[in-house]
């Protein structure tokens, strides 16, 4: 009986293992095709990889140097076709891009062809190209195999633009490329050692994100993502992060929605004064899209970015409204609406300008008080399909606010409807 046993057990430990190897052959399933030390002084780069086996559904570009930035990635396939993604892809040291074109059936890569953004420092950097493999014993025809030391893909050349904006009709201009979004803040007395920044999933599915310190250096014993799941993620330990700045990018396990972010701080002896905290966020891609996952929460409204308020403070010797630029994450357009809401303290409302991707602005006179945890708006815009590239907002915080939570600073959000 025992024996039998024995063997049944042996039998479902196959079984799983089987199951495993057939997970790893689906989405999570990338390969390495290629890796090259570029010379960024160049301007751009053709990276081989038409001597990989198998062809794929998609390609990440990875970064194992120095910083880079990547103003446009064209990948050519096997059957003479290409990829154009005409985006700023920053990349620092161990980051990895979004999937590029992604789809449902595979194709043979030949090359990607790759224009750097401006250098800021050093000349070289080591990139990686990493396929989704859709089958990997699909071997190319005689006629389409090319030799390794040919290249498939003309360099792509880069020129300056015109300092002009130029003018797009509705529903022509391309999507927007996006930036950070603020998505959580939280003011830090060291009287405790652990805070916890709610998030939900009313908010958004993100692919990577980084914080940034406000007022004074903040110790990180551990920085944990929980996701909607319940799966923790550790994303840092024993980090320094210094005041007035940005972490880099960590990358979150797929895009999820996210429950909560713990921080935990190390204990700062004799220590006065206040930190504040910011998570900041990029979208998963399509989250703000019009057709995007992001319409399905909030009766269709998506956050499209957030800043902070700092008090009423002195602009040139005189009382008045601060300029801020709310970033606006990766959209197509296609906004009718946009509202205010503001948390943790209120603010005096000024004014609203809606920076469209094409240089065009809606100007929007307000010049009210929106007290905190409150809303302003819906305001229609004229936008019509185009997408924005950022909210200039001016508006002070106010400083005499017996409702405010805590000393924090108010939070202003701008909401879309599409």
């Known amino acids: 009986m025992f024996r039998r046993l024995f063997v049944a057990l042996l039998a479902m430990a196959a079984a799983g293992a089987v199951a495993t190897a057939e997970a790893q052959q689906g989405n999570d399933n990338w390969v390495l095709l290629s890796t090259k030390t570029v010379d960024l002084r160049a301007g751009n780069d053709t990276i081989d990889v038409s001597a990989a086996r198998g062809n794929f559904r ?7 140097g120095d910083d880079i930035s990547i103003s446009k990635a064209r990948v050519v396939y096997g059957d003479n076709s290409s990829h154009v993604e005409d985006r700023t892809i920053n990349l620092l040291s161990g980051e990895r891009s ?28 080591t990139i990686q190209v990493w396929g989704l493999v859709d089958d990997a014993r699909a071997v190319r025809s005689a006629a389409a195999q090319r030799p390794a030391s040919a290249d498939p893909a003309q360099p792509i050349k880069s020129s300056p633009t015109t300092a002009a904006p130029t003018p797009a009709a509705p529903g022509t201009a391309a999507a927007f490329a996006g930036g ?5 803040t939280q003011s830090v007395g060291f009287g ?31 920085l944990k993502v929980i996701y909607a799941n319940g799966e923790p993620d550790t994303l840092a330990v024993n980090a320094e992060i210094k005041a007035n700045s940005r972490t880099n990018y960590l990358s979150l396990k797929g895009d999820r929605f996210i429950k909560e972010i713990q ?20 979208y998963a891609e399509g989250w703000l899209a019009p057709t995007g996952e992001g319409r399905k929460f909030n009766q269709g409204w998506v956050l499209l970015g957030a800043q902070t308020a700092d008090f009423l403070k002195l602009t040139s010797g005189k009382l008045g409204f601060d300029r801020d630029v709310i970033s606006v994450g990766r959209n197509e357009g296609g906004f009718k609406r946009i509202r205010v809401q503001v948390r943790d ?15 065009q602005e809606d100007i ?10 409150s809303t302003y708006g819906p305001i229609d815009l004229k936008g019509g399909n185009r997408p924005i590239k950022e909210i200039v907002a001016f508006y002070r915080s106010r400083l005499l606010d017996r409702s405010a939570t805590g000393r924090g600073k108010a939070v202003v959000e701008v909401w879309g409807l599409h």
């Open 263 to 282: 921080l935990n701080y190390r204990s700062r002896p004799n220590f006065r004064g206040q930190a504040h905290v910011e998570v900041l966020g990029q």
């Open 98 to 125: 979004r999937p590029i074109d992604q789809r449902s059936g595979g194709k043979f890569v030949d090359a990607v062809a790759i224009t750097y953004g401006a250098v800021s420092r050093g000349g070289n950097a």
């Open 180 to 184: 950070d979004v603020l998505f959580g």
């Open 58 to 64: 998609a390609i990440r570009i990875r970064n194992t």
């Open 345 to 359: 303290r209120a603010i005096t409302l000024n004014e609203l300008r809606v920076v469209y991707a094409s240089g």
């Open 192 to 222: 405790v050692d652990r805070d916890v920044i709610r998030v939900g999933a009313d908010i958004g599915k993100f692919d990577k994100i980084r914080l940034r310190v406000l007022d004074n250096d903040v110790f990180l014993n551990e």
């Open 364 to 373: 929007i006179p307000i010049k009210t008080k929106v007290e905190a945890g």
